[in-house]
């Protein structure tokens, strides 16, 4: 099924040769072949079942500081050849830039450990099938779920990162992953919520049953929402979402926008960005993880980084190019993070929720409101009030905003931490946002 | 136009054979190929910063019956590959049968020439435009702090082969031109962001120094952001202008009119075909057929021409947007709303150009009978839940409005309302409908693809402002 490291070496080593041929000083190479398929049931019944088979190729070339790329779908050593001339063509007319390299050698990954990222295991279509049956069979016993949907996909791939200062390495990844979205209805009103699981083996799948019912509890619940007054107020953060912190962390600390001067993070390196109880680590060799690697799309080693000790700003997310600009070396962040977290806080769930007499409880936001330049943060949200440490009835159609700066200053969190993503955070609690609803 | 079978170990008769024995228990289906090249050359930091061919080429072959779609796609076109998704097929549908509907409306129209837009312009006039554009930025002063600026061309050609040997195809050009500038002034760091683009060549678009034109609007949003406050927060009368701002449409209406989510009674709008959903005086059409528009189609992904598809008519709606599946499970026809992002995807209704036409009143008049509101002018990205109906889009330009004057800029908020409410909360239509440049780019379900927007100013009495301000 999936193709072998040895059939990927060949067009990686085709490639690079090829191109020294034709007057590349320096080439990066990555194939890429990844199997998928995946089934969908509406309803009980099935409703789609889609088979992937894609191979990939991209490759850069460098004529001293001058760099050009090309990516292809088609592996035929006719139209590579075609493909590969055409980026050195691109190459010679590009303007140089003094930063345009290869990674530095001795920052390159020298062994590949199995962080057990892989599961050969093949769950046959059959299988899937009666899988999801038993997630929209749980999913569907309330009257009031009007509709749902789930899906099984299973994924296998393999790759190989080559480059011409004789890096070579890749290895085998898979990833099954199984979900449910549920509508629910009263008085004509609906609702839609979801749930799912997504793992490296086959074993570690949550139970049909679990997703269904969760997916159906969740859009019940959620019916019937009222818009509330617009208020200053304390934001609670469903660990579906709390996670997205991180996330906007990352990208303003990433080192294109530090060295761009784009990251309303610029020059705070060393400086408190969180209360001093915060914690943030990216841990790239946790075994099974959704977001473990051995090195990063460069082929530099990754470690372990804590982004953030006791509050305080410890580390960028550096590759190759921008870490030149930045004068610092490359951390193996070429790609982004890997397995990114807050450490688990002290507080229950139960006690967060009652910290304070009154909270809004946000389960969802839609909308792409953060920015990373100004850290302006305004979204749409639905999810609970919270009145005396209870979830008291659903909200819709109001907005939450403020600025990155000061939310992640005001950041509480629970200790309910989960690795379910590859990056993942306990419920969390921002204090004193503005909430704009009627 | 591309051969497929060129260099592979079958032929067109044979691929044909193989559709027509695949397909002869089912409903519908088809093999659709594609041949997509793209390049993006990306001006960044006073540097290029990248510059990226894509060749992809592949095939995606569908079998549908009753509700059930089988799909199987490999980059691989040859004999054992299109077999073996061939018995994939079989495989998935082996215990239903349906009747192939053979069906498919010819065209002689087309709205876009067969141009390679990669091809037709050097390299080096790229690189040369994206430093021009940079110097002139930068000479407008050291208040510009960063400046982006980059080139995405693509043509793609598709070939449909259906059972029986119907042959249908299409070579679609399209480019996209973007600005992006970052200005600081007294500690302050603001974005300004425009672009240009559809179905013809770049010079089409940058020729005579209309690149100048791009450059200035993308310094303009980002100089009135400099001076913004910060936004109210709560509900208020809002203003719209003309053109981009129709991406409100896209979002409130558009998608929860798309044949799928009323099939599956999953959208807001599922139980409303005939019913007053908009003001009188609000009419929205998805139109394929503009040319060289972004959004066109000669045909779409199943092979069915494109269409002008009247979805609201004087607030009352009218029809739903469809691709082949969804239409013959509602008993009605392909709208040539049938979409996908390219081989890789199976096909789903999808909007094209979404346009609301001109109503009678001066956008003066809106903002004059404002007491208190907003008048938003320019937006970023939007998201709806089709199924609460609920949706929200982001300002990049807007500014207070008191008393029925425009007041000072205001950040960037989100706005959010809800669909099946917010038309019937249009009090005034105006008459300057306006296209957006060419930039929008829709999805759904993972699928990206290009679209369309258009709109007159409107003005709305009541949606909820996202700021921070009370």
């Known amino acids: 099924m999936i193709k072998d490291q040895e059939f990927l070496k060949d067009i990686a080593s085709f490639c690079i040769e090829n191109s020294k041929k034709l007057g590349a000083t320096d080439v990066g190479v990555k194939v890429i072949h990844s199997v998928s398929e995946n089934v969908s049931f509406r309803n009980k019944k099935l409703d789609e079942s889609n088979r992937a088979d894609s191979f990939a190729v991209n490759l850069t070339t460098y004529i001293e500081k001058k760099k050009s790329s090309i990516n292809s779908s088609d592996l035929s050593k006719s139209n590579l050849e075609k493909l590969i001339e055409r980026c050195i063509d691109a190459t010679k007319i590009t303007p140089s830039d003094e930063n345009n390299s290869l990674p530095d050698k001795d920052l390159m990954s020298k062994e590949i450990r199995d962080l057990n990222l892989y599961d050969e295991t093949h769950y046959p279509n059959d299988k899937k099938i009666e899988f999801l049956k038993n997630v929209e069979e749980t999913a569907s016993t309330d009257e009031k779920i009007v509709n749902t949907e789930a899906g099984f996909t299973e994924n296998k791939n393999n790759f190989i990162l080559a480059n011409s200062n004789g890096f070579l390495g890749g290895y085998k990844t898979s990833n099954f992953s199984s979900s449910c979205v549920a509508v629910s209805r009263i008085n004509g009103a609906m609702e839609r919520d979801y749930e799912f699981g997504s793992t490296r083996f086959l074993e570690d799948m949550m139970e049909p049953e679990e997703i269904g019912k969760i997916a159906a509890d969740k859009a019940i619940k959620k019916l019937g929402p009222k818009k509330i007054k617009s208020e200053k107020i304390g934001v609670i953060f469903d660990k579906r979402i709390s996670k997205g912190i991180l996330s906007t962390l990352a990208s303003a600390i990433s080192a294109s926008a530090i060295a761009r001067g784009t990251s309303f993070l610029k020059d705070q390196i060393n400086s408190e960005v969180f209360p001093n109880s915060i914690n943030i680590i990216d841990d790239p060799k946790i075994e099974k993880g959704l977001g473990s690697q051995n090195f990063d799309s460069e082929g530099v080693e990754t470690n372990s980084l804590k982004l953030v000790e006791n509050g305080i700003l410890k580390n960028y997310l550096i590759d190759t190019y921008y870490g030149k600009k930045l004068n610092l070396k490359s951390n193996g962040r070429s790609g982004g993070t890997t397995n990114l977290y807050f450490e688990s806080g002290t507080l229950s769930f139960k006690d967060l929720l009652n910290s304070e007499k009154k909270f809004l409880y946000i389960t969802e936001t839609i909308g792409h409101g953060g920015n990373i330049i100004t850290g302006d943060y305004s979204v749409g949200a639905s999810g609970f009030m919270v009145e005396d440490g209870e979830l008291t009835y659903p909200v819709s159609e109001i907005t939450i905003a403020g600025n990155f700066k000061e939310m992640f200053k005001n950041i509480t969190l629970a200790n309910d931490l989960e690795m379910k993503y590859s990056t993942n955070a306990p419920t969390l609690l921002i204090n004193q946002m503005t909430v704009a609803g009627k | ?470």
Not at chain 2, 24 to 47: A, M, P, Q, R, T
Not at chain 2, 127 to 134: A, E, F, G, R, T
Not at chain 2, 258 to 275: P, V, Y
Not at chain 2, 298 to 305: A, L, R, S
């Open chain 2, 1 to 470: 136009m591309s051969n497929f079978f060129k260099e592979t170990d079958i032929d067109t008769s044979q691929a044909e054979a193989i559709v027509t024995e695949t397909l002869k228990n089912c409903d519908d289906g088809e093999l659709y190929l594609e041949n997509h090249k793209s390049e993006s050359i990306v001006l960044d930091d006073n540097k290029i910063k990248s510059s990226t061919y894509n060749s992809d080429q592949g095939y995606g072959f569908r079998a549908v019956t009753g509700e059930v779609v089988a799909y199987s796609h490999s980059n691989d076109i040859s004999k054992e590959s299109l077999r073996k998704s061939s018995e994939n097929l079989k495989d998935t549908l082996k215990s239903k049968k349906g009747t192939y509907n053979h069906e498919i409306p010819k065209t002689n129209s087309k709205y876009y020439e067969n141009i390679n837009p990669i091809e037709s312009k050097t390299f080096d006039s790229k690189i040369d435009l994206l430093n021009s554009v940079n110097n002139y930025l930068r000479s407008k002063g050291s208040i510009v702090n960063q400046v982006t600026a980059n080139f995405l061309g693509e043509h793609k050609s598709i070939e449909i082969i259906r059972s029986d040997n119907q042959v249908l195809k299409d070579d679609r050009p399209l480019v996209r031109f973007n600005v992006s500038v970052v200005l600081e002034k007294d500690g302050k760091k603001e974005t300004g962001v425009y672009g240009v683009g559809g179905r013809q060549s770049y010079d089409d678009y940058l020729k005579d120094g209309s690149w100048k034109d791009v450059c200035d609007e993308a310094f303009r949003i980002a100089n009135v952001n400099l001076e913004s406050k910060p936004a109210p927060a709560g509900e208020m009368k809002v203003v719209l202008g003309p053109g981009w701002p129709a991406i409100l449409i896209h979002e409130a209406i558009g998608h929860g009119l798309e044949g799928d989510f009323n099939r599956k009674k999953t959208s807001a709008f599922h139980n409303l075909m005939g019913q007053q959903v908009a003001s009188e005086g609000v009419t929205i059409v998805d139109d394929g057929t503009l040319h060289q528009r972004r959004g066109s189609l000669t045909i779409d992904d199943e092979g069915t021409p494109t269409e002008n598809t009247v979805l609201i008519e004087n607030g009352i709606l009218k029809n739903y947007m469809q691709d082949r599946l969804n239409a013959r499970l509602m008993g009605t026809k392909s709208t040539g709303s049938g979409r996908r992002e390219s081989y890789k995807h199976v096909v789903l209704p999808r909007m094209r150009n979404t346009m609301m036409l001109s109503g009678k009143y001066s956008q003066d008049e809106m903002i004059s009978s404002v007491d208190k509101g907003i008048f938003a002018v320019s937006f970023g990205g939007g998201q709806v839940d089709i199924t609460s109906g609920k949706f929200v889009f982001n300002c990049t330009e807007a500014y207070e409005i008191n008393n029925g004057k425009i007041g000072s800029s205001i950040k960037g908020a989100t706005l959010i309302g809800d669909g099946p409410s917010i038309l019937k909360e249009v009090s005034l239509v105006g008459n300057d409908m306006k296209l957006d440049p060419g930039i929008g780019t829709c999805g759904k379900a993972g699928q990206g693809v290009p679209v369309g927007v258009a709109q007159p100013s409107i003005l709305i009495n009541k949606m909820t402002v996202g700021g921070t301000k009370l």
